[in-house]
């Protein structure tokens, strides 16, 4: 069982968010995007948002400002999270355009929100799960898609909510967060999706 829900928190890793969700909407996305222009953001979004804070990291941990790629404590989550907020700016300037795909520019721009969030209440010593906030970003980018386009998502959505639970399950199980921790993270997600959803919903 360790084994199992230490997976769960790897494969709904936060740096994993991002692309998964850019993936599932090019996937239902009735607007026609050709292949090639699929295949080019995807691969820069996975080197932005995944390689690239993976790298930070190493560097960040060689000198001494993270242990873990966790972020356990509030003191070092400060730097990676103003790197990964650097990063996804960039990824709004140069990769992510509201003229070709707006509803991902938006998810996108609720992901720095998110971030932003984090690194505020990391200053104050608050630790919100970054895992739930990126995990209900993305279910709630789902729901939003799921009007938009008309599309009957309900299965996506049931796994979704079976994904959360057992995130908010893995994190308990490992004592890297309590109740409270979780249900920020999960607002935290969750509203500026919401809020954002406004622009192009």
């Not at 739930?132 to 599309?151: D, E, K, N, P, Y």
């Not at 979780?182 to 919401?194: K, T």
Request: proline share 3%; aromatic share 14%; charged share 10%.
């Amino acid at each position: 069982m360790d084994k199992f829900l230490k997976s769960i928190s790897y494969i709904f890793h936060p740096l994993f968010m991002p692309l998964f969700a850019a993936w599932f909407y090019f996937e239902i996305s009735p607007r026609f995007i050709s292949k090639v222009v699929i295949h080019g953001k995807l691969i820069s979004l996975g080197i932005l948002t995944v390689i690239l804070p993976v790298l930070s990291f190493l560097i960040l941990k060689t000198l001494g400002k993270a242990k873990t790629i966790h972020l356990e404590n509030t003191k070092e989550r400060i730097y990676p999270l103003i790197l990964y907020g650097i990063i996804l700016l960039v990824t709004l300037k140069r990769v992510i355009l509201p003229t070709l795909t707006v509803e991902l520019y938006f998810f996108i721009l609720g992901v720095l929100v998110s971030n932003l969030a984090c690194l505020f209440m990391a200053f104050f010593k608050l630790k919100a799960s970054l895992h739930m906030a990126a995990i209900a970003g993305a279910f709630m980018f789902f729901v939003a898609l799921s009007i938009h386009f008309s599309i009957n998502l309900n299965n996506v959505l049931a796994l979704m909510c079976v994904a959360i639970g057992a995130v908010a399950t893995s994190r308990l199980h490992f004592m890297a967060h309590n109740y409270k921790e979780l249900i920020l993270g999960l607002f935290v997600g969750i509203l500026p999706q919401l809020i954002l959803v406004t622009y192009w919903l």
